[in-house]
């Protein structure tokens, strides 16, 4: 069984930021509760059926870097800890997002996940979608035995990520801004489960009521901030290796991002603008994604990656960062919300 990165590993929390005794008494906490998630989930993705069994671990065994629960046990330090109730809270969480990733990866047509061809690829999409479903099934039998309360925050969270993905599917409705429906979109797939990952941590360390709250805007704005900086990413020049990325991936599957719907809404009134679309169009968007890109794509993410709408969505994703972290404000001062600070700095960091 795969032993999770560490706290400092997986949000780039340095020693400086761990240099107190009670820094480094977070970090051991988190980090031990991490293993005995990791451990649960092992446990809970088991299937009597065969291909179940193979199907549901599948992505699990993949990896990932287990933000969610990460967040669930960081929050929860603001109460009592790593409680039976939080561990059993945050591997729910992370079984909802794997089950997401199978859905997802059906609707985007996406051949890889994690480093591995993507479950679709493998068995197909009917086994794909099934497979999805029985992970959220799963997780609803999790938090079902944790009480009511977790019954209404997975299901309010089940509902905006379906309806994150309908919005996505069907697009802007005539007369609604693109950029606003984007925004709401990545608020509802990514925002809403970070929200109620750090949201469950406090709940159910019985923490103070009153931090439930920050802590769901903070989760939300994370969300977007982390989502707008892929992005940016998707443009990046570093390549695969260095972002997990191809070049113009989003873009090659058509893929709207705030660069390109920036780019569409310059292109009404500015020329260079409208020709870099056009461009776009012509040897980038809706081409298929054989890992190669012919020289005018390379030429013409780049001339993207270099405009002021990239620029602009940088500067956005920084600003949804922020706020993010405004958001703590009402927590009291000390490690958790020191940690939580250099998350959402991390979040946006990624893109240099």
Same mark, same amino acid.
């Given at each position: !069984?795969?032993?999770? @990165?560490?706290?400092?590993?997986?949000?780039?929390?340095?020693?400086?930021?761990?240099?107190?005794?009670?820094?480094?008494?977070?970090?051991?906490?988190?980090?031990?509760?991490?293993?005995?998630?990791?451990?649960? %989930?092992?446990?809970?993705?088991?299937?009597?059926?065969?291909? /179940?069994?193979?199907?549901?671990?599948?992505?699990?065994?993949?990896?990932?870097? #287990?933000?969610?629960?990460?967040?669930?046990?960081?929050? &929860?330090?603001?109460?009592?800890?790593?409680?039976?109730?939080?561990?059993? @809270?945050?591997?729910?969480?992370?079984?909802?997002?794997?089950?997401?990733?199978?859905?997802?990866?059906? !609707?985007?047509?996406?051949?890889?996940?994690?480093?591995?061809?993507?479950?679709?690829?493998?068995?197909?999409?009917?086994?794909?979608?099934?497979?999805?479903?029985? %992970?959220? /099934?799963? $997780?609803?039998?999790?938090?079902? $035995? %944790?009480?009511?309360?977790?019954?209404?925050?997975? &299901?309010?969270?089940?509902?905006?990520?379906?309806?994150?993905?309908?919005?996505?599917?069907?697009?802007?409705?005539?007369?609604?801004?693109?950029?606003?429906?984007?925004?709401?979109?990545?608020?509802?797939?990514?925002?809403?489960? *970070?929200? $109620?990952?750090?949201? !469950?941590?406090?709940?159910?360390?019985?923490?103070?009521?009153?931090?439930?709250?920050?802590?769901?805007?903070?989760?939300?704005?994370?969300?977007?901030?982390?989502? +707008?900086? =892929?992005?940016v990413i998707d443009l990046s020049a570093k390549g695969v290796k260095?972002?997990?990325?191809?070049?113009?991936?989003?873009?090659?599957?058509?893929?709207?991002?705030?660069?390109?719907?920036?780019?569409?809404?310059? /292109?009404?009134? =500015?020329?260079?603008?409208?020709?870099?679309?056009?461009?776009?169009?012509?040897?980038? *968007?809706?081409?298929? =994604?054989?890992?190669? +890109?012919?020289?005018? $794509?390379?030429?013409?993410?780049?001339?993207?990656?270099?405009?002021?709408?990239? #620029?602009?969505?940088?500067?956005?994703?920084?600003?949804?960062?922020?706020?993010?972290?405004? &958001?703590? /404000?009402?927590?009291?001062t000390g490690s958790v919300k020191k940690a939580l600070t250099r998350?959402?700095?991390? *979040?946006?960091?990624?893109?240099?």
């Open positions: !069984m795969r032993r999770p @990165a560490s706290l400092s590993s997986q949000i780039g929390l340095s020693e400086k930021i761990f240099a107190s005794g009670e820094d480094k008494g977070l970090a051991a906490a988190v980090d031990a509760g991490l293993i005995l998630v990791e451990e649960g %989930l092992h446990s809970q993705m088991r299937f009597a059926d065969v291909l /179940a069994d193979v199907t549901a671990r599948y992505l699990l065994e993949a990896g990932g870097k #287990r933000v969610r629960p990460m967040l669930t046990l960081l929050t &929860a330090q603001l109460g009592q800890g790593n409680t039976p109730e939080v561990l059993s @809270a945050a591997e729910a969480i992370e079984i909802t997002h794997l089950a997401s990733l199978y859905h997802d990866d059906v !609707m985007d047509e996406a051949q890889m996940r994690r480093g591995v061809p993507s479950a679709q690829s493998v068995w197909g999409n009917s086994v794909a979608v099934l497979t999805g479903d029985l %992970l959220f /099934a799963r $997780a609803s039998k999790m938090v079902a $035995a %944790l009480g009511e309360r977790a019954i209404n925050l997975q &299901a309010d969270t089940f509902e905006r990520l379906c309806l994150g993905q309908l919005h996505e599917t069907i697009g802007p409705q005539e007369g609604e801004d693109p950029i606003e429906h984007y925004i709401q979109v990545l608020a509802d797939k990514t925002g809403s489960l *970070i929200a $109620a990952a750090a949201q !469950m941590g406090v709940v159910f360390s019985k923490a103070p009521a009153e931090y439930e709250r920050p802590v769901v805007v903070f989760g939300e704005k994370v969300g977007v901030a982390f989502q +707008l900086i =892929d992005d260095e972002t997990g990325k191809t070049p113009g991936n989003d873009l090659r599957a058509g893929v709207a991002t705030l660069p390109l719907l920036r780019l569409r809404a310059r /292109a009404q009134t =500015d020329a260079d603008a409208r020709e870099l679309l056009e461009r776009l169009e012509r040897d980038v *968007i809706g081409t298929v =994604d054989d890992g190669v +890109l012919s020289p005018e $794509a390379t030429s013409a993410i780049a001339a993207l990656r270099d405009h002021e709408v990239t #620029r602009q969505t940088l500067e956005e994703a920084h600003q949804w960062a922020r706020e993010a972290v405004e &958001a703590l /404000a009402p927590l009291p998350f959402a700095e991390t *979040i946006v960091e990624r893109s240099n």
